[in-house]
Every structure is written in C-alpha cells, then in structure tokens.
C-alpha cells in the first residue's frame, strides 16, 4: 500500500464532484494513531481506543444506525456483518476492534498504515445471496481507468473469493453477470483524471432502489486484478 490508497488522499479530491447519477456515502474520518492502539488489539484497554471508541460514537449518531466503517485503507467485510456494520450502540465494540485489527494485519508489512475509521452513510445493497456471515453480495464492478479513459471493468467479487464463503453453503455465483451500465466505465475518467495521476480502480454498487454509488477506490497496483485480463500484467506494486 501507499499513501495514494488512503481516502485520506483520494476522498477530499472528490467530495464534491458532480457526478451525475451516482452518489458518494456520507463520510465522517476519525483519526488515530495505530502504535498506540497494539494493545487493546491484544484484549488490554488503552487511553487511545477509548478516546476513538467515544469519537467514533459521536461520528455514528451524526451520521445515524446502521452504519458502515471501514479504515481510510481498507475494511473488515471478510470477516462478517458485525466486523464492519454497525447496528446499534451495542455492536460498535466488536466492530471497531475487528475492524482495527484487520487492518493492522493487512498492513503489518507495509510502511503505510491505516490511521484513521471512516463513519459511512449505510447503503442497502441489493442482493440475492449474503457471505461471510451476513455480508451481502450484489451488483458491484470495479473500473480501472487512467489519465485518457478507462481500460476494463470486472466483477468485484472475484469467484474463489466467495468459494466455500456462501451462507447457503450452495456454490458461488457472480451477481452481476457481465452487464456494466455505461455511466460507470464514463465516471471512472473522470474521477482518474481528477485525481491527477496514474491508474487506479474505482468500486460501484448498486443499492435496492436501483441507485449507484461509489464506495471505494485505490490505486491500480494495489487493487486485485482479474490476472485474465490484458490490463493486469500492467499492475505492479509501484504502479500509480
């Protein structure tokens, strides 16, 4: 990972863009400092997890129940519902720690850290089938777009991400099933060329009353790729 991955840096960028038909989730950062939370990833209470336990709680009634977090690098959805939505003012505890500890996992390597929980507008995603746990999986796409347009689009969820991972223990199955509507190859030009540099991946869902929303993006070598794809030779980890 590097800097350029962290909605520290991309988010602000494009707040507030016209986008058309799409939406951006309400978004709320906390910041904190990892070093200091080690060990009440490791069951021991520090002053610095309670200070973000209360600003996290403060950030959710602003922003209302349920809500989504997720690091400014990356979420905990792999490990289930409750390590990434919280429901009510019982549930943020066990979110927030797993969502923590994911991160400190997915980045123990890496110079980049996360440093700060994104508070985020719920979205209702449509769907037919749920996975690790209560997650739901819909209609979602990654775009890859460069500085003059985009180069490919695939389904998010690739399938042996979702092999065994199924609630109805049936086999996997993509929900989107190569329909991509037009707009959202179109936005992710624009958001790439907004943000001024190199290549990067940008993620779409779609929520129950049809609408899209952009939900994430990252730079275009740290983003899995379909390793099929002409594109993906093309991501090494140092590619912006």
Known sequence: MRYEDSAKFWFPKIANMSLAQIRVPKTIFVDYNEDTLTESLFGKNTAEYERLYYAVEDAIR????????????????????????????NTLNNALLNTLYQA??????????????????????KHERTAFRGLPIGNEWRVFANQTEHQCYHCYWPMEALDGKMDDGKEASPFSKGWIRSDLPE??????????????????????????????????????????????????????
Not at 62 to 89: M, Q
């Open 187 to 240: 936005t992710a030009a624009l958001l790439a060329k907004q943000l001024g540099l190199g290549t990067w991946s940008f993620d779409f869902v779609e929520d129950v009353r049809g609408i899209w929303w952009l939900v994430d993006m990252a730079t275009a070598g740290n983003s899995y790729h379909d390793p099929s794809c002409e594109y993906a030779k093309l991501d090494k980890p140092d590619r912006l």
């Open 62 to 89: 602003e922003i209302g129940y349920p809500t989504f977090i997720r690091t400014d690098l990356t979420s905990a959805k792999h490990s289930g519902r409750l390590s990434c939505i919280v429901e009510n003012e």
């Open 104 to 125: 400190h996992l997915k980045s123990y390597h890496s110079k980049t850290k996360s440093s700060a929980i994104m508070v985020r507008e719920f979205i209702k995603v």
